[in-house]
Each structure stands twice: as C-alpha cells, then as structure tokens.
T-cell receptor, first 114, second 111 residues
Framework: EPEVTQTPSHQVTQMGQEVILRCVPI?????FYWYRQILGQKVEFLVS????????KSEIFDDQFSVERPDGSNFTLKIRSTKLEDSAMYFC????????????FGNGTRLTVT | GQQLNQSPQSMFIQEGEDVSMNCTSS?????WLWYKQDPGEGPVLLIA?????ELTSNGRLTAQFGITRKDSFLNISASIPSDVGIYFC???????????FGTGTKLQVIP
C-alpha cells in the first residue's frame, strides 16, 4: 500500500538554526498537510497546501514557518530560526481530494531543539 | 476554535474484553475519523465516517457517526495485546480537509 514517507526520522538542531523537514506524499494525492505533536499531547494542525499554495494555516504557523513543493514529489516544511518550543514530532499527511478522502500520515520527524 | 474531547483519557482492560471510547465536539463535523497511534509512529487511519448516523466496521472495530454530528464512538471487541496504543478521533468540518484531533484515549491491554 502506498505510504507517506518523511525524512529524517530524527533531527537535532541548535536554537536559532534553520531546519527543513521533508516529506514525500502519496503520489496521486493532491492535498498536503503538516501537523505537529508535542510530546504527550494531541496532534495539532499547522498548514494545508493545495494547488501550489497554502490553503489554510493555524496560529502556530507564524512567519518562522514556510512550506514548499519544490518538485512533483517532495513537500517540505522549513522553520527559519528554531526555538526550544518547536521541539515536537512533525507529521506530514496527504489526501486525494476534499470531503470523503481521509488523511494519510507519515511516521513523523522528531525535532529536538537544544 | 473547535474542541474535541475524548473519554476516557486512559483505560486498562483485560485481553478479550470489549472496549468503548467516545468523542464529543463543541461544533458540527462533516466527517469523523478514528486513528491509532503507536509510540514513535504517525497516526494510522482505522475508520472514516461520512454521514450522520453511519455505523461502520473494520474487523473488530466499529464506529458510529452521531446523529447530531457532534459525537462519535469507537468500539473494539475481543481486545488483544496489539490493540495497545493511543486512539484519536478527528473531525473535519469542510474546507481544505483540515482535521481537528481529539485529546486521545490511551489503551492498555493486560494479557
């Protein structure tokens, strides 16, 4: 069964550094998302992306965050200047269409900011 | 913002027992989803519900989309040790498929 893949599985970075988290969504999916999960908490929406532009974002997704689909297969999340509180699991998800097409998640990237 | 509350927060059950957990919302959803998350992994979709009143099964799992569209439950019958994990409900109220996740129910199965 096709799956969403994310790299790296674990990223350690120093406060203030830039990080790029990478995702390869399922190939025929059109909608892409980033979610995050702080340890022990629920999964929180960050941003959705469709037709090469952001379609919705949460209040968490501030100017330090950006997303990009640089080619036909990758979907990236960039954090420009990481803060300690950015430490979390970051999940990429994709879906085929709106409405009756559920989200499929990758296994996440654990980001640790020191 | 939209809030999804799950209950119970955690539960310990004996292997072979049936389990029931539910999810309530402060607002209406068009879609209800149930996911399971194992430690260190991403949420895995268990069941998707698209119509109010819909009852759907997936093996030993059964879920229902409440008539009011503000709640859903998940039942697991004859639990086994690999059912251990955190179960999240999630709702979608339309738009670009953003889903809101519930607070999670942590399930422990005692062999």
């Amino acid at each position: 069964e096709p799956e969403v893949t994310q790299t790296p599985s674990h990223q350690v970075t120093q406060m203030g550094q830039e990080v790029i988290l990478r995702c390869v969504p399922i190939s025929n999916h059109l909608y892409f998302y980033w979610y995050r999960q702080i340890l022990g908490q629920k999964v929180e929406f960050l941003v959705s992306f469709y037709n090469n532009e952001i379609s919705e974002k949460s209040e968490i997704f501030d100017d330090q965050f950006s997303v990009e689909r640089p080619d036909g297969s990758n979907f990236t999340l960039k954090i420009r200047s990481t803060k300690l509180e950015d430490s979390a699991m970051y999940f990429c998800a994709s879906s085929y269409r709106q409405g009756d097409s559920p989200l499929h998640f990758g296994n996440g990237t654990r980001l640790t900011v020191t | 913002g939209q809030q999804l509350n799950q209950s119970p927060q955690s539960m310990f059950i004996q292997e072979g027992e049936d389990v029931s957990m539910n999810c309530t919302s402060s607002s209406i959803f068009n879609t209800w989803l149930w996911y399971k998350q194992d430690p260190g992994e991403g949420p895995v979709l268990l069941i998707a519900l698209y119509k109010a009143g819909e009852l759907t099964s997936n093996g030993r799992l059964t879920a229902q989309f409440g008539i009011t569209r503000k709640d859903s439950f998940l039942n697991i019958s004859a639990s086994i040790p690999s059912d251990v994990g955190i179960y999240f409900c999630a709702g979608n109220s339309g738009g670009y498929q953003k889903v809101t996740f519930g607070t999670g129910t942590k399930l422990q199965v005692i062999p």
